[in-house]
């Protein structure tokens, strides 16, 4: 299953590390004992919306980036930043005349995630409905790899004079 972090680190070069929504001091981890610290890729728009409305933030009723003294809100921000290549200052000044925002905020993560992740969700839906097509491409893959490293070998073998 993939798992919003690794996504991240993938996809959104320029993105600080996602932490996780129950413990923003920790990154996020499939191996999180919580089920609601991570997203997968996978989740379906509830699921989405249960865990981001669950995710922990603080009782300021303001936003603002500060990793240090509002590590919740700023994860939040990192991860709002990263799906709408935004600037934390551009999001907070959205939401800079709402009250308590949170929920708003939180609202709008939410749509922005799911909407998203969308299109990676019916892929990985249609690749799952055609494990044989999978098969093969992995298999393709490995035979290239399995060449390159021949070729690599046969030359270091051939520089340190073992051919």
Known sequence: MLYLSLWFVNSLGNTPRVMSLRQPDRKMSKSDQSSHATINVTDGPDVIRSKISKAV???????????????????????????????????????????????????????????????????????????????????KGRNIAVEMAEMCLKEVRKLVGLS
Not at 71 to 80: A, D, E, K, R, W
Not at 81 to 105: L, N, P
Request: charged fraction near 30%; hydrophobic fraction near 35%.
């Open 57 to 139: 933030t603080d009782s300021q009723p303001f936003i603002s980036y500060n990793n240090s003294t509002r590590p919740g809100v700023s994860n939040l921000l990192n991860i709002y930043s990263a799906f709408s290549d935004r600037s934390h200052a551009d999001i907070c000044k959205d939401y800079e005349d709402v009250k308590f925002f949170t929920d708003q905020f939180k609202h709008d993560l939410t749509d922005l995630i799911v909407s998203e992740l969308a299109n990676i969700r019916r892929e990985a839906a249609e690749l799952e409905k055609n494990l044989g097509y999978v098969k093969l491409v992995l298999d």
